[in-house]
């Protein structure tokens, strides 16, 4: 059922990032367009790396990842198991772009930008503590936040949330970040149906939730590419071979220990 999980994160990501807000807002919370799935990854002496750590210095940012997965009977239920909860990680920060070495392919070293976490104060506390509120309100279930009418159909319940600071290495030392994590309810991953008339195409082969999601998603936004890709991956399943009859021997006059040519009884039901 992994790909309910991307459904919820692509889900989350539009409610808190809506693309149609990506050229100018508004945006749902103080992050804007800083929100990102999965994570984000440093490229080693990239200039457009340079300029992102630029934008984002003493910033918010928000990064979704999902983590935990459980598929659960329903109480007094055995089989089959059809409760599905995911925990969805939210990491919240203030950005502090630093500096970090490394060392080249031709062993040569070279300073390139690197991400981190703010130490924090009063200021940047209540900025994450105003972040976190705005969050709770978009991705709760029964809030009426308007870019979240996706997530809303993706994570069914919400059964809680936990909230907690981090802190540097030593843990000495408390940065301005913390991780949140919603414990969410999502739908079963629900594929296709085969033979289908007409026959699926494109998003049409992908699995509920998920073909939702790429449905609702804008085609030239990052999420609606993604999904797109991995439509191209699935392909219908084979035709299956006809039954062409069924055929049963048998053998009533047991006096020695049977072969497949000792029947002296068969049936035979032919389909046509």
Same mark, same amino acid.
């Given at each position: 059922m992994s ?20 050229? $100018?807002g508004p ?34 940012? %928000? ?14 239920a ?5 409760i ?11 950005a502090?772009g630093?500096?970090?070495?490394? %060392?080249?392919?031709d062993g $040569? ?8 976490a ?5 200021q940047?506390?209540?900025?994450l503590?105003?972040l ?6 978009v991705?709760?279930t029964?809030?009426l936040?308007?870019?979240?009418a ?6 069914r ?16 030392q408390? %940065?301005a ?5 919603f414990?969410?309810r ?19 082969l ?5 073909q939702?999601?790429a ?12 999904c797109a890709t ?18 049963? $021997? $048998?053998?009533?006059?047991r ?9 002296? %009884?068969t049936?035979?039901?032919?389909f046509?």
């Amino acid at each position: 059922m992994s790909l309910s999980r991307l459904a919820l994160r692509l889900a989350a990501c539009e409610a808190l990032a809506p693309f149609a807000s990506s050229a $100018s807002g508004p945006w749902p919370t103080l992050a804007g367009r800083e929100v990102y799935d999965s994570r984000i990854d440093p490229i080693a002496a990239a200039s457009d790396w340079e300029q992102f750590l630029a934008r984002i210095d003493g910033k918010p940012i %928000v990064i979704l990842y999902t983590e935990d997965h459980e598929t659960v009977p329903f109480e007094g239920a055995q089989y089959p198991a059809e409760i599905e909860m995911v925990d969805l990680f939210v990491e919240i920060m203030i950005a502090a772009g630093g500096l970090v070495e490394v %060392v080249n392919p031709d062993g $040569s070293q070279a300073t390139v930008g690197q991400l981190g976490a703010a130490v924090t104060d009063r200021q940047r506390e209540a900025l994450l503590d105003l972040l976190e509120g705005q969050i709770r309100y978009v991705l709760s279930t029964v809030a009426l936040a308007p870019s979240a009418a996706l997530f809303r159909q993706i994570a069914r319940e919400c059964h809680h949330v936990h909230s907690v600071p981090q802190r540097e290495v030593d843990k000495t030392q408390r %940065v301005a970040a913390r991780t949140m994590i919603f414990k969410l309810r999502v739908p079963q991953d629900q594929w296709p149906a085969f033979p289908a008339s007409p026959a699926a195409t494109g998003l049409g082969l992908l699995p509920q939730p998920l073909q939702q999601v790429a449905t609702a998603l804008d085609p030239t936004s990052s999420g609606g590419v993604l999904c797109a890709t991995l439509a191209t991956l699935i392909g219908p399943p084979a035709a299956p071979t006809a039954l062409g009859d069924i055929r049963l $021997s $048998s053998n009533l006059d047991r006096v020695v220990t049977p072969t497949l040519a000792d029947d002296d %009884v068969t049936g035979d039901v032919a389909f046509s």
